[in-house]
């Protein structure tokens, strides 16, 4: 897995990419570290890999051009098939080449058949031009599944066909925040700064409910047990809805925290 982590040199490829498949996933499961790799490298310099560790969740894409400094999160506009790219949001690592994503359980089941990927990265050519990837990813069900099942994840989820509804801010058109979640930082953490994102079912009264971990890092923090205890208060609203007939739908939040002194600023974004 080491190979991957480091960054990958981008060929001259201009703002366009078009890679043919890698043979095949590679896959390393090392129990001494509770850990589950399934990773492909290809042609375009491209690494993608889901990995279960310790019972947490990561999907890593590698061989990104650089990040901006000072950038912690970047978009990425992906799209399976012939399904219409959108943006979704990734982690910049301290490898300012690798990027971490936020919704990984439903990145890995898009990839087990494998196929078409379309990857955009805005800005990503320079001068303010898209770097555009066309891969062809080789089908890899029994790898990744693997990976999904070691970490106690569903190989299917209907709440993968309701993410692209929830927007950049994790909330569908029309729903706002009456009370976010303001998730502490917690008391007994090892680390100084970190994140968790969680997806919940917007009730009718606005309150959340069926809340689940989608990603967190440090991945054996206890920062996502902190931003699944703030939803207890949070409470969404709609004012084209009556209150208290809400639609349910799915929402998501992404919580940063930040210990005092490391950063002003913490909580739900």
């Not at 978009?75 to 990984?104: K, M, Q």
């Not at 309150?207 to 989608?214: D, Y």
Request: glycine share 10%.
């Amino acid at each position: 897995m080491k190979p991957l982590l480091l960054p990958l040199a981008l060929a001259a490829l201009g703002s366009s990419a078009i890679a043919q498949d890698a043979d095949d996933w590679d896959v390393q499961i090392d129990p001494a570290a509770k850990s589950t790799i399934a990773f492909v490298t290809l042609t375009s310099g491209l690494s993608i890999a889901v990995r279960c560790k310790d019972g947490s969740l990561d999907a890593v894409m590698a061989g990104l051009p650089e990040a901006p400094r000072g950038r912690t999160i970047r978009t990425l506009r992906i799209g399976f098939g012939d399904d219409e790219p959108t943006d979704s949001r990734w982690n910049v690592t301290t490898d300012r080449h690798v990027a971490v994503a936020d919704y990984p359980s439903s990145f890995a089941r898009s990839l087990r058949e494998g196929g078409d990927l379309k990857v955009t990265i805005p800005g990503g050519a320079g001068e303010g031009r898209d770097l555009r990837h066309e891969l062809t990813i080789p089908p890899s069900s029994a790898a990744i599944e693997g990976v999904l099942t070691a970490c106690g994840k569903p190989l299917e989820d209907p709440r993968d066909a309701l993410l692209p509804e929830i927007g950049e801010n994790g909330l569908p058109e029309g729903l706002t925040w009456a009370r976010p979640p303001r998730p502490r930082f917690p008391s007994r953490s090892r680390y100084v700064a970190g994140y968790a994102v969680i997806t919940c079912v917007a009730g009718p009264d606005g309150r959340l409910s069926q809340c689940q971990t989608e990603a967190q890092h440090p991945v054996d923090s206890d920062f996502a047990e902190a931003a699944l205890r703030s939803t207890d208060d949070a409470r969404l609203t709609n004012p084209n809805e009556t209150p208290g007939q809400i639609i349910p739908r799915l929402v998501g939040f992404r919580a940063s925290f930040y210990l005092d002194g490391y950063q002003p600023r913490r909580g739900a974004e």
